[in-house]
C-alpha cells in the first residue's frame, strides 16, 4: 500500500527522481524513502520515509549541480518510526537537487533528485541590481505584497527561496525568531491612504499551518478601532495591534461642531490564543482640541505606523504626521516622553525627523528610526539613532545616515541594523531593498529591485526547522 501511495504521489508531483539502488531494504533502520515536489507549492519538497524501527534521521539537500556541496541544507534531527513525511524548505526556483537521508548515526541513504518549478506566474522575480560585497552574508529577507498577499523570503541577493499564499491580501507581516512563526495582518479593507486597514490577525507557521486567526470585526473591544501598520509579536506569544482610534470631541472652539470625530491612534494587545488583553490610545496624553489645525487633520490625526519594544518591556511607537517617537510605560500607560520637533524632548537640528517610521529598540532609550523623504524636502530618506537621557530630557543622535535622493522613499519602509558595519533599508515607493554602509552619506553596497510594491523587509539571520 504504501509504495502504491508513493508511485501515485510522485506522479501526480511531477517527480524527476531517480534510485541507485534495488527496493531492497537499506542497512539499518531506514527501509526507502523517496522525494518529489510538492503538489501545493512550487518551492517544497516533500520525502516520504519508512522506518523499521524508532530511528534517529536527518535530511541533507543541494543543488545537483554544487559538485563541492557548498549549497548543503540539513534538516533538525528526528526520530521516526513506520512512515514518516517531511517538508523541504527554502529551494530555488527552477532548479535540480539532490537529496538523501543520514540516519542511525552516520549511515547514509542513496541520492534521489527533484526539481523546483519557476515561478514567474506568482510574482515579478527581483533582480540584483549593484552587489559590492564581496563576503557571502547568510539569512533571509522577509517581504510581501499586499493583493494578492504572498509571504516571501529570499537569500540576501533576492532570490526567492519561500514563498506562501494569503488569498484573503496581507497587509503586514512580522516575524518570530524564537517561534518561527510569522504573525499577519490579513482582509485589508482600506484603499488610499487606509490600504493597511485590516479585519483580521493571523499567525502561520514555516509550513503556511495556520495557528491560530482572529476576526478582529468580532472583538467587542474593537468597536471604534481598526488595526493597521503593526502586528509585533510579543515575547509571552501574543500581539501587539497598532490601530486607529475614532473618539468624539467637543471642537467648536476649533470651527468644528460639539462632537467631532477625531481619528487618533493606539494600540490592541492580544494573547497567543488571539484573545483581548488590553488597549491604549493616545488622547491619555494630547487632546485634539488643543491643536489649532484639527479641524483640517482630524481625519488623521497623527497616523502611527510602527510598535516595539524593549529589553525591559516598554513600548515604543511612531507617529509619522508630527514625527515623533513615544516612549510608553507597557503597565501604566503613561508616556514617558515623545522624541521629536514639538515633543517633550527635542533633537538636535539635524536629528529632527520628517515623517518618521520603523521604531527598532537596541536597547532601552536607544532606537533606530527611519526618516522618510517627505516630498518638499531636500534630504533622502535617513536612519537615525536616537539615544535617550530620560532623566535630563536630552538626546543624542548616534547615526545619521542618510541614502541618495533618488533612491528614497516618501512613506512607508523601515532600517535595520546589519552586521557590524552595515543598514538594511526597504525603500517602498522606489521597489528597492538596500544594504548600505553607516556613514552620514551612505554608500550602496547591494541593491535588489522587486519590482513591485512591497511594504517592508526583515532580515532574518536564521531559520532551523
Not at 20 to 48: H, I, M, P, Q, W
Request: glycine letters at 8%.
Amino acid at each position: 500500500m504504501l509504495r502504491r501511495f508513493l508511485i501515485i504521489t510522485l506522479c501526480a508531483a511531477t517527480i524527476i527522481a531517480c534510485q541507485t539502488k534495488d527496493d531492497s531494504l537499506y542497512e539499518g533502520g531506514l527501509e526507502r524513502f523517496e522525494v518529489s515536489l510538492s503538489r501545493t507549492n512550487l518551492l517544497r519538497g516533500e520525502v516520504a520515509m519508512r522506518f523499521s524501527a524508532p530511528t534517529e534521521f536527518q535530511i541533507e539537500y543541494w543543488e545537483r549541480a554544487d559538485s563541492d556541496l557548498s549549497s548543503l541544507q540539513q534538516t533538525n534531527h528526528y526520530k521516526g518510526n513506520g512512515v514518516v513525511r517531511k517538508t523541504l524548505l527554502f529551494l530555488k526556483p527552477n532548479t535540480e537537487y539532490a537529496c538523501r537521508i543520514r540516519y542511525d548515526n552516520g549511515l547514509l541513504s542513496d541520492v534521489k533528485y527533484f526539481k523546483t518549478q519557476p515561478i514567474q506566474s506568482i510574482t515579478q522575480m527581483p533582480s540584483l541590481n549593484t552587489d559590492e560585497i564581496k563576503e557571502p552574508l547568510a539569512g533571509y529577507l522577509l517581504f510581501y505584497n499586499w493583493r494578492p498577499g504572498y509571504l516571501f523570503l529570499s537569500d540576501t541577493k533576492g532570490t526567492i527561496l519561500w514563498y506562501e499564499p494569503v488569498s484573503e491580501g496581507l497587509s503586514v507581516a512580522n516575524y518570530d525568531a524564537k517561534t518561527q512563526h510569522f504573525y499577519l495582518l490579513t482582509t485589508p479593507t482600506g484603499v488610499d491612504k487606509f490600504a493597511y486597514n485590516s479585519n483580521k490577525v493571523k499567525v502561520i507557521d514555516l509550513f503556511g499551518k495556520v495557528l491560530w486567526e482572529t476576526d478582529l470585526t468580532t472583538l467587542p473591544q474593537m468597536k471604534g478601532r481598526t488595526a493597521h501598520h503593526e502586528c509585533r509579536p510579543l515575547p509571552d506569544g501574543g500581539v501587539a495591534l497598532v490601530t486607529y482610534v475614532d473618539k468624539p470631541f467637543d471642537l467648536t472652539a476649533r470651527g468644528g461642531t460639539a462632537s467631532e470625530t477625531v481619528k487618533g491612534d493606539g494600540y490592541v494587545i492580544l494573547d497567543k490564543n488571539g484573545k483581548f488583553v488590553s488597549a491604549w490610545d493616545c488622547f491619555g496624553t494630547l487632546n485634539p482640541a488643543d491643536d489649532p489645525d484639527i479641524m483640517n487633520t482630524k481625519g488623521d490625526w497623527l497616523h502611527a505606523n510602527s510598535f516595539n519594544y524593549d529589553s525591559e518591556g516598554n513600548y515604543y511607537m511612531t507617529f509619522n504626521a508630527p514625527s515623533e517617537l513615544w516612549k510608553i510605560d507597557a503597565r501604566t500607560g503613561k508616556v514617558l516622553y515623545r522624541v521629536g520637533k514639538k515633543g517633550t524632548i527635542v533633537p538636535p537640528a539635524s536629528g529632527i525627523a520628517n515623517g518618521m517610521h520603523c521604531a527598532n529598540p537596541q536597547a532601552p532609550d536607544d532606537v533606530l528610526v527611519l526618516d522618510n523623504a517627505r516630498a518638499g524636502t531636500s534630504i533622502g530618506t535617513r536612519a537615525l539613532r536616537y539615544k535617550v537621557n530620560a532623566t535630563s530630557q536630552t538626546v543624542e543622535v548616534t547615526l545619521n545616515c542618510e541614502i541618495p535622493k533618488e533612491m528614497s522613499s516618501g512613506n512607508r519602509s523601515n532600517v535595520q541594523l546589519f552586521g557590524k558595519d552595515m543598514l538594511l533599508f526597504a525603500s517602498t515607493v522606489k521597489s528597492l531593498i538596500l544594504f548600505t554602509d553607516r556613514s552620514p552619506k551612505a554608500k550602496i553596497l547591494r541593491s535588489i529591485s522587486l519590482g513591485e510594491p512591497f511594504y517592508r523587509v526583515e532580515y532574518i539571520p536564521e531559520i532551523r526547522y
